[in-house]
């Protein structure tokens, strides 16, 4: 079993910057792919970003490309989400899963994860 916390969420107006940070426990080791998804109100649930923890690859939604990195601290078993210009439409519940593998699909597919933390809100203002 892996647990995730996110934390970081909060309030910032539109063109500031926040972190959202990740931190998992439990057998880690397990763990081959970890994504931020965002959920705003009446939206489906999108992938922003994801980490392949084995190579440290990564990969971002089109919309975040340029403005958020994700990263991770092998130390703290922690997984950051940098973002930066934020924008109105950045505003919604962030949501940080993890995957066992293999990966089926793209890897915004959401049957490709086993454990969701609680989410962290995060509100855009003008």
């Known amino acids: 079993q892996v647990q995730l916390v996110e934390s970081g969420g909060g309030s910032v107006q539109a063109g500031g910057s926040l972190r959202l940070s990740c931190a998992a426990s439990g057998d880690t080791n397990s763990i081959r792919l970890i994504t931020w998804f965002r959920q705003a109100p009446g939206k489906e649930r999108e992938g922003v970003a994801v980490l392949f923890t084995g190579s440290g690859g990564t990969s971002y939604a089109d919309s975040v490309k340029g403005r958020f990195t994700i990263s991770q601290d092998k130390a703290q078993n922690t997984v950051h989400l940098q973002m930066n210009s934020l924008k109105l439409e950045d505003a919604a519940m962030y949501y940080c899963?993890?995957?066992?593998?293999?990966?089926?699909?793209?890897?915004?597919?959401?049957?490709?994860?086993?454990?969701w933390g609680q989410g962290t809100q995060v509100t855009v203002s003008s």
């Open positions: 899963a993890a995957g066992r593998g293999p990966i089926w699909g793209a890897w915004n597919t959401r049957s490709n994860y086993n454990y």
